[in-house]
């Protein structure tokens, strides 16, 4: 690896997937690990394999896909973590192990109530153990921005001379600013023996809203791979956004002369699926990735544009991948123009889903006036749900200012149709009531939330939701539709799909 490389390691599939209602089910994480390889990501955090089965299952099944990247699952300073971790990245082509232990006082007195010795100890036996499973450890000094900066030293000492190859400073309670980061990371770079050996990386929380400029701080200071997650999603107030990162590096190379390996033109599409996946819809003015982001409201600003991009666009939007959402089909296209624009946006189908994608196309061209890029992935995600167990039939609402508000409902559920006719407290009300008269379930809805995918009138209407379960799990669905009801039944039966697989794993169901 090069000194102007920067490595991107990506977390999404764990720390971002950790934080409160992002889970995911495996077959939500295999397809972003592959966007993910695709868009030429270096190392994908697959997960943390002692968790759980599922995590475990899930690192597994993406290690044995994933051509490109580094595959990593992480491993807390336990013999049985470093263990689980080993087996479930061993189908790897690239494998990695992902071990930390906290080094700052606070940690050590009062959530290990352990002494520094003790900690040492443990970073050699957990670093040694992974090292016999694969020649790419990586180590971490949890808490390092609040830890002792001669004890971390001995510790980065500890985890190199134990095989390490990667070293890891995180900021883990987002407490650093740019300046005291940059002069931490410097530090440990001159002072720590055989950090010159190593590639030194940054994981920052977005806590006082700082985690790019650390990241980028820290590269300023030695660092050479950048722990992010697409949109920023992670625990508390978020991660590293690997747009903002990798934008600034490419935006500015005078400030930052170094190479990466991502496909930028990936950007927009990684950021919309992560959105649908986890329900976690990015504000309109986040950087990058936003609605706004390429938007010029202010006359100044418009007129600057038109005159010259450059004035005040400083990427241009086809270097993240987003579309100026121009018409490139109508219910006259054929198959061959419909075939050529999902090529263009990077999905690849065969030729029976192709057909069923195309027969779909024509329906909505039939309805919709426009057909825009958003409305095609929007149609193929729904496609990719033909064969779930709960499959809605037809809806039809009634209501307006006089109620009651009433849905019959029509759903084939494993291959049974069922009907129901429901009363409720507006339209959505009385949807969800149907599907749940016909799909009888305990779990309750926490967030409900609609956005139009495109401008016009006639626009898709992208419909998410959230379930909690009695014990607490957080269930994510999202549907669209050209009708906003109907995109509510299809994110909601999404949503008890999603429920119905995890309690079947769970053995809560007969398979």
Not at 279 to 304: L, P, R, T
Not at 433 to 455: D, R
Request: one cysteine or more; charged letters at 25%; glycine letters at 8%.
């Amino acid at each position: 690896m090069t000194q102007d490389r920067i490595i991107i390691f990506d977390t999404t599939l764990r720390d971002g997937e950790q934080s409160p209602g992002m889970s995911m089910n495996l077959e939500e994480k295999l397809l972003v690990a592959e966007t993910l390889d695709a868009m030429g990501v270096d190392v994908i955090e697959a997960g943390f394999a002692q968790a759980s089965n599922g995590d475990f299952e899930a690192v597994h099944a993406i290690a044995k896909r994933i051509k490109n990247a580094v595959v990593c699952s992480l491993a807390r300073a336990k013999a049985g973590d470093v263990e689980r971790a080993a087996e479930a990245v061993k189908p790897a082509k690239k494998p990695r192990i992902h071990t930390f232990m906290s080094t700052s006082e606070i940690h050590l007195k009062y959530q290990y109530r352990i002494d520094q010795k003790a900690c040492l100890e443990m970073i050699k036996d957990s670093v040694t153990l992974a090292r016999k499973f694969t020649g790419d450890v990586e180590w971490s000094a949890m808490d390092s921005t609040r830890t002792e900066k001669e004890f971390l030293c001995r510790a980065v000492e500890m985890a190199i001379k134990s095989g390490a190859t990667t070293i890891n400073l995180p900021d883990t309670v987002g407490y650093a600013t740019p300046d005291d980061y940059g002069a931490l990371i410097k530090y440990v770079r001159e002072n720590a023996k055989g950090a010159d050996s190593i590639i030194l990386s940054t994981h920052c929380q977005n806590d006082l809203g700082l985690a790019t400029a650390n990241s980028l701080a820290a590269i300023k200071n030695g660092v050479r791979q950048v722990e992010c997650t697409i949109n920023g999603i992670g625990e508390r107030a978020g991660n590293t956004s690997l747009e903002e990162v990798v934008m600034a590096i490419k935006t500015r190379q005078d400030m930052y002369p170094f190479t990466l390996g991502i496909d930028t033109t990936h950007i927009m599409r990684a950021s919309r699926l992560v959105q649908n996946i986890t329900g976690a819809m990015v504000q309109v003015n986040k950087a990058i990735v936003g609605a706004n982001a390429f938007a010029h409201e202010s006359g100044i600003h418009q007129d600057g544009v038109l005159k010259h991009a450059g004035t005040y666009e400083i990427m241009t939007p086809e270097s993240v991948g987003l579309t100026k959402s121009n018409l490139v089909l109508g219910k006259h296209s054929g198959r061959h123009a419909f075939k050529d624009k999902i090529s263009q946006l990077g999905i690849q189908l065969g030729d029976n889903a192709l057909e069923d994608a195309f027969s779909r196309f024509k329906e909505l061209a039939d309805k919709k006036k426009h057909i825009y890029d958003e409305d095609i992935m929007a149609l193929l995600d729904t496609e990719s749900r033909r064969e779930d167990a709960i499959q809605l039939e037809s809806l039809h609402i009634t209501c307006g200012t006089v109620g009651p508000q009433t849905a019959m409902i029509c759903l084939r559920i494993n291959g049974e149709v069922r009907r129901a006719t429901v009363e409720g407290s507006g339209p959505i009300d009385a949807t969800f009531n149907a599907i749940g008269a016909l799909v009888p379930h305990a779990a309750v809805l926490k967030l409900y939330q609609v956005s139009a995918i495109t401008e016009d009138t006639d626009a898709l209407a992208e419909v998410n939701v959230r379930l909690e379960t009695p014990t607490g799990q957080l269930i994510n669905g999202n549907g669209s539709n050209i009708d906003t009801m109907v995109a509510s039944a299809l994110a909601y039966i999404n949503a008890l799909c999603k429920l119905l697989r995890m309690q079947e794993r769970q053995g809560l169901l007969p398979k």
